[in-house]
Structures are given as structure tokens and as C-alpha cells.
Nanobody
Framework: QVQLVESGGELVQPGGSLRLSCAAS????????IAWYRQAPGKEREGLLC???????????YYTNSVKGRFALSRDDAKSTVYLQMNDLNPNDTAVYFCAAKEGRACYLARHYGMDFWGKGTQVTVSA
């Protein structure tokens, strides 16, 4: 069973930066996608960006244009961890951030068919 554990959420001031971590384990395939989603109070869950295990670089597939230029992904394969670097944060970025995964699909198909595994989320609050 795939397990995903997010960490790193906290209170940050507008304009600040934050790095979230997603520690993954239990994959039965070496072909999988890991994505970040978020859900703000009273809003639907929003897909942000994704990376696939077969990607040769850390350039993500963006699920929304709202975070392009501000959010980026990186990974440490030795630690089986994917990082979400968030810069120039604003109050609209306040949400619970989730890590999600799907085996056997590229990022755009993983989103289309739906992620199979989810972490419990980590709270990010952007406020002065």
C-alpha cells in the first residue's frame, strides 16, 4: 500500500516562501506520478502540479496556471521524497496541501482518472 506523508506546513507572512515535503513509500511499480493538491476553506480541492517517476528533470506538469512561476517541484530519490517549493506566497494560497499519487499513469492521465493514494495534508496559512 502506498503511503504519503506531508510535512512543512506553517504560518508564513505574505511574500514569504515555504517548502513542503511528501515522503512516499510502498510503490509496487517504478512508474508513478506524484502530485500536489490543495483545498482552501469552503472551496473545492485544486490540483497544482505533478511529477512522474520517469521524468528526467524536475520540471513539473502544472495542473493550474495560478502557481506557475511561484511553485516548483524537486525530489530526492534516495529519500523517496518530493518537495513543493512555494515562493511569493499570498493569503489566497492559504489551504491544506495534499500529496497524492497514482501508479502506472503519466501526470495528465493521473489527474484525468483520479489519484489513488492521498496523504493527510499539511496546513499552510499565509497571513500578516
Amino acid at each position: 500500500q502506498v503511503q504519503l506523508v506531508e510535512s512543512g506546513g506553517e504560518l508564513v507572512q505574505p511574500g514569504g516562501s515555504l517548502r513542503l515535503s511528501c515522503a512516499a513509500s510502498g510503490f509496487t511499480s517504478n512508474y508513478y506520478s506524484i502530485a500536489w493538491y490543495r483545498q482552501a476553506p469552503g472551496k473545492e480541492r485544486e490540483g497544482l502540479l505533478c511529477i512522474n517517476s520517469k521524468d528526467k528533470s524536475d520540471d513539473p506538469t502544472y495542473y493550474t496556471n495560478s502557481v506557475k512561476g511561484r511553485f516548483a517541484l524537486s525530489r530526492d530519490d534516495a529519500k523517496s521524497t518530493v518537495y513543493l517549493q512555494m515562493n511569493d506566497l499570498n493569503p489566497n494560497d492559504t489551504a491544506v496541501y495534499f500529496c497524492a499519487a497514482k501508479e502506472g499513469r503519466a501526470c495528465y492521465l493521473a489527474r484525468h482518472y483520479g489519484m489513488d493514494f492521498w496523504g493527510k495534508g499539511t496546513q499552510v496559512t499565509v497571513s500578516a
